[in-house]
């Protein structure tokens, strides 16, 4: 199942940002950061009490005609409602109601999803007072907050987790390979899932509403099953916000958390943007395999050289990603389109693989042995056995002496082999040190 959305809406400068910065505080410990990864500053993913959302500030989203403030607050809220299992409704305590607030209120009106109302500033005790004003809104959830201190976000997060939809287990189909098409708005991924699915191939259904905003469709090729994930917005087109790339964001985690392979799809007519990036840097953290398919590749004017080229490119600007194929294909001509399948069959294998502990100590002992750590400060990292925890991505634990004895260069290293040794293209890897005590 997707994780729960909560969504945070309001007129400018009530603190939406100040407060999604504290709730994004909460974010999962497990994700490393990476040299080369750039987040945006409106998503987040988020933990609070064992349950992990996505929050949204709505606030950072530019829906070009910045100078109409009514027009703009109306967009998020639109795509508040639209998207979110919890919104939150942000206020400036020190101001009162105004009428903008009415406005939103009005809006919100509309939806039978739980509405929160964080009446902020309150930075004083004396000023809790304050946010009964707020009940003239309309809503019964009122929560006093300093987001500058970080006052009364306890409550409201409890309050929050407390409204999303209970938490279902999806039925995954372990022969089932989960793929999605994820990218920016025109980059083709509609075009694709249509190529892709027009081919002779048996559909088993197009269930919609098996989860709330994914339209799946399940078929065989070959004996494999696979599941294409669409997040609606692939199909469903339209709304103002649709073309926004920075929502499409938002589209793109919703599919990552549902898939074990992610085909992010590249305009090779436009080249790689910045949020290219950042979608990719999702699916890498996400854990997923990933694939490159670089489209319109029927637009580009093109000699001998300019696969290489473009794919130097790609290699440039995703380097946390070296490990991701990078297919050229055409939607409209339907240049090589069958290679897509076979590659992610590939990915996700590899993405799935399982190594044994004795195997894995070996090639890891060899590497001590052709490389040992260098020492520090007089001290030298020693390993004492490794084994795989999990796949999907696998994930290693190398059990040593000191973790802190381990330098960032020879963690690379090690990895380095083992994706050598194996060949795990196409899938992250996770490599984690653990005192042996
Ligand atoms: P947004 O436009 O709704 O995203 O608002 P921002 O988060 O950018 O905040 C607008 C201004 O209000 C900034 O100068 C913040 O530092 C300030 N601010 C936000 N939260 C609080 C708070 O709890 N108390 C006080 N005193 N100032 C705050
Ligand atoms: P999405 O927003 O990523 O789903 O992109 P669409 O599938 O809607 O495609 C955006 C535009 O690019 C449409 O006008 C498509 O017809 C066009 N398009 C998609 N794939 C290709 C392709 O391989 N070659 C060419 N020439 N145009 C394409």
Known sequence: ???????????????????????????????????????????????????????????????GKQDEILTHIKN?????????????????????????????????????????????????????????????LGFTEIFALSSLHGTGTGDLLD??????????????????????????????????LNAMLGEERVIVSPVAGTTRDAVDTHFEQDGQKFTLIDTAGVRKKGKVYESIEKYSVLRALKAIERSDVCLIVIDGERGIAEQDKRIAGYAHEAGCASIFVVNKWDLVTKDDQTMNQFSKLVRGHFSFMDYAPILYVSAKTKQRLTKILPAVMDVAERHALRISTSVINQVIQDAVMVTPPPSHRGKRLRIQYATQVAVKPPTFVLFVNNPELAHFSYVRYLDNKLR??????????????????
Request: overall charge negative; proline content about 5%.
């Open 1 to 63: 199942m997707s994780l729960p959305v909560v969504a945070i809406v309001g007129r400018p400068n009530v603190g939406k940002s100040t407060i999604f910065n504290r709730l994004a505080g909460q974010r999962i410990a497990i994700i490393e950061d990476q040299p080369g990864i750039t987040r945006d500053r409106i998503y987040s993913r988020s933990e609070w009490n064992g349950r992990e959302f996505h929050l949204i500030d709505t606030g950072g989203l530019e829906f």
């Open 420 to 437: 050598q040794t194996f060949g795990f293209e196409g899938t992250p890897i996770r490599l984690h040190l653990r005192n042996k005590r």
């Open 76 to 136: 998020q809220v639109e795509l508040a409602l639209e998207e979110a299992d919890v919104i939150l409704f942000m206020v400036d305590g020190r101001d009162g109601v105004t009428a903008s607030d009415q406005e939103v209120a009005k809006m919100l009106y509309r939806t039978n999803k739980p509405v929160m109302v964080g009446v902020n500033k309150l930075d004083h005790p004396k000023q809790l007072d304050l946010s009964y004003d707020f009940y003239q």
């Open 159 to 192: 309050a929050i987790v407390e409204r999303f939809p209970p938490e279902t287990e999806e039925e995954l189909d372990e022969d089932t390979i989960r793929v999605s098409l994820i990218g920016r708005p025109n980059v083709g991924k509609s075009s694709l």
